[in-house]
Nanobody
Framework: QVQLAESGGASVQAGGSLRLSCSGN??????LGWFRQAPGKEREGVAA????????YYADSVKGRFTISKDNAKNTLFLQMNSLKFEDTAMYYC???????????????????WGQGTQVTVIS
């Protein structure tokens, strides 16, 4: 059983930055990702990373502002978020899945394990 725990969520002014962290026993997972869900909206994929080659994928809404990375020594996944906007406000979830390819890479159906989430609030 894979267990994931996010941290780093906070309230921040628009234009600011935050770094989210996700720790867990993900050694055998083919993909790791970050998703977010705002009240009244569907969960959306934000960024993802394939374990086999470190390929990264981003939603158009965050390209150039967010960066997904992994510290392999600490087995910790990060999401660096810069130039935050009000519309980035959401609960952010870390997710892991076995798939080694890019299919459904930003789709929640491509992931089996989820953390409890960490709240990011951007104040405009």
């Amino acid at each position: 059983q894979v267990q994931l725990a996010e941290s780093g969520g906070a309230s921040v002014q628009a234009g600011g930055s935050l770094r989210l962290s996700c720790s867990g026993n993900t050694y055998n997972m083919g993909r790791l990702g970050w998703f977010r869900q705002a009240p009244g909206k569907e969960r959306e994929g934000v960024a993802a990373r394939l374990t086999r080659d470190g390929s990264t994928y981003y939603a158009d809404s965050v390209k150039g502002r967010f960066t997904i990375s992994k510290d392999n020594a600490k087995n910790t996944l990060f999401l660096q978020m810069n130039s935050l906007k009000f519309e980035d406000t959401a609960m952010y979830y870390c997710a892991a899945g076995p798939g080694a390819g890019a299919g459904l890479i930003l789709n929640s159906q491509g992931y089996n394990y989820w953390g409890q989430g960490t709240q990011v609030t951007v104040i405009s």
